[in-house]
Each structure stands twice: as structure tokens, then as C-alpha cells.
Nanobody, 122 residues
Framework: QVQLVESGGGLVQAGASLRLSCAAS????????MGWFRQAPGKEREFVGA????????SSADSVKGRFTISRDNTKNTVYLQMNDLKPEDTGVYYC???????????????WGQGTQVTVSS
């Protein structure tokens, strides 16, 4: 079965960097667009960024543009989210997701990981 496992979350101070990873198994990784979403306490899950199966096309939310970068290594079946200049408002559970096309809506993605917590203190 398909498994997506996120890692790399943690507690950091504002201005710090983190790199999240999402390791995929049980699917032909390069066929799938990969997305990152996050959910803060009491808020709805929101789109962060996404990357096409080949890695040639990316999309990101306005709130993270210039600070977050999404990339993937299809030889390792892994997608990454490099987060720089973190802000307290970036706090939340970060999820990776796999879908057959790149999109910013949750329903675009069929498979989801369990999430990793990112907490940014001021």
C-alpha cells in the first residue's frame, strides 16, 4: 500500500530554517505530483507548495514565496520542503500528499502522510 512518511519537524526560533522530508513507498513516485499542506490549531488545512512528478513545475502559496522551496529526488522517492526565515505563523502540522496532478486543493491528492509538527517560537 502507499505510504508517505514525513520527517524533519521540530521546535525552532523565528528566523531559523528547517528541511522537511517525505519518503514515499508503494507507488511509482515519478508519476505523482507531490504537495505540502499545513494545519495550525483551530484552522483549516492550507496549501503550502507542490511539485510536478518530473520536478519541472512548482507552485507555492503567497505566504511562503521567497522563504520555502519544494524539491524532489525521484531516485530516492522523496520530496523536500526547505523552510527558511521561519515565522511563528508557520507553526502547524505539515503534511505531504501525492496526487496525479499538481494542484492547490486538498482533493487533488489521493494519498496523505501522518504529518510532522513544526513549531516556531518568537
Amino acid at each position: 500500500q502507499v505510504q508517505l512518511v514525513e520527517s524533519g519537524g521540530g521546535l525552532v526560533q523565528a528566523g531559523a530554517s528547517l528541511r522537511l522530508s517525505c519518503a514515499a513507498s508503494g507507488l511509482t513516485f515519478s508519476w505523482y505530483a507531490m504537495g505540502w499542506f499545513r494545519q495550525a490549531p483551530g484552522k483549516e488545512r492550507e496549501f503550502v507548495g507542490a511539485i510536478s512528478g518530473s520536478g519541472g513545475d512548482t507552485s507555492s502559496a503567497d505566504s511562503v514565496k521567497g522563504r520555502f522551496t519544494i524539491s524532489r529526488d525521484n531516485t530516492k522517492n522523496t520530496v523536500y520542503l526547505q523552510m527558511n526565515d521561519l515565522k511563528p505563523e508557520d507553526t502547524g502540522v505539515y503534511y505531504c500528499a501525492a496526487g496525479m496532478r499538481l494542484g492547490e486543493r486538498s482533493h487533488t491528492y489521493a494519498y496523505w502522510g501522518q504529518g510532522t509538527q513544526v513549531t516556531v517560537s518568537s
